[in-house]
């Protein structure tokens, strides 16, 4: 039976470190991306107090590359988040399935006994069709997982933890 | 190519829910909807490489600039396994307390408690090839939490653990033997076997401690292991 998990609470900062909202900081070749978004919880109100983590292959779908798509981030006082990154190719899935690229976001914060976790698309994508993931996922909740492109290179999506178009999170 | 093995899914009861009506704070920050069930692909099976080069070890709490930290010096150590028991090496654990007062170096801690200079309260330790991790500090005091009438926090240590797959990302806290504070702390008492609760606690260990200097914690920690079967994954689907 594995370890039972515990909320990380207000004060995990202790464990922040800027710059490693930056994947690309040990070097990375690709146009760079930043991923966004506002966090809220149930009444709409932002979270101001949560550690966002990033994991997502490479440009050409790899995770045993070089470049390591890992990243960590707080929310600030809006309850957004904001990394810089690449953007991740197309990944294998399960079977002979090809995976539309997609960033695993993984969200601790007090108030969460256990961190949430969620997928970013991209808006656009072909792939996006026919995801293996995607086709579990109600088609009206789908959004909750698409992010849009609201300025060149800046892809935004916001996160809702609970209540009007709470964001679709997986048991994994 | 090969699908890569799942990992198991969490026994029943062993992890505290999103939804725990006696901790103020997951009332609006719970989902309401059923999580989607996701199947375990390399995004889930793989984990970022963090390595001492990049992520500098540092092991002991118990002295800033070689100045010493007030509090009861102790030395935990303890075991990184998956739930197959085999060892987890080179995961990199995290860990951040308060200090001996019970307040944490950090902006947001306003306890009436004082600081100390030579504490800061965060370490980075890797485990070695057989699963081991150690650190130094000093034991961290009890603190005041405003979620009920006269709440206050057993004394414990969050700790943050990266595995071999992100689905075995997990954070947690260690807390310590004969805590009164323990039957009455919401966070603990959302774990709901019992058995999985006790597991979060640490325990003396007289080899552990060394003479003269510091009381030693034994604390082991599972992190997922494989699925049983390959078939799991499909059967649950
Ligand atoms: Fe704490």
Redesign the interface.
Known sequence: ???????????????DFPEWADTTR?GAEGARIALTGIIR???G?P?T?AMV?I???DPEGR??AAF???GRCRTDAEGRFRFTTLKPGP?????NAL?AP?V?I?I??????????T?LYFAGEPLNETD??LA??PPA?RPTLIARETAPGVWTLDIR???EG??????? | MSDPTPYARHAPGSQPPYDAPAYGSTHRRHPKQPLIRAPHTLTETTSPRLTPDRFPPEADMSRVNGKDALGQRIIVAGRVLDEAGRPVPHAMVEVWQANAAGRYHHPGDTHDAPLDPNFLGRARVFTDAEGWYRYTTIQPGAYPWRNHHNAWRPVHIHYSLFGAGFAQRMITQMYFPGDPLLPLDPIFNAVPDEAARNRLIAAFDLDLTVPEWALGYRFDIVLRGPAATPFEEEDHA
Not at chain 1, 108 to 117: C, E, I, K, P
Not at chain 1, 166 to 172: A, H, M, Q, Y
Request: proline share 5%; charged share 20%; glycine share 10%.
């Open positions: 039976m594995a370890t039972a998990q515990q909320t990380a609470g207000p004060y995990w900062h202790m464990i040990f919880d149930g009444e109100a979270v107090d983590e994991w997502h292959a995770y045993d390591q798509g890992f990944v294998p899935g399960r079977g995976q997609h695993l993984a601790f914060a007090r108030g969460l006994m256990r961190h949430l976790l997928r293996p993931l579990l996922v909740r933890l609970q209540g709470e964001t679709v999170f997986l048991d994994v």
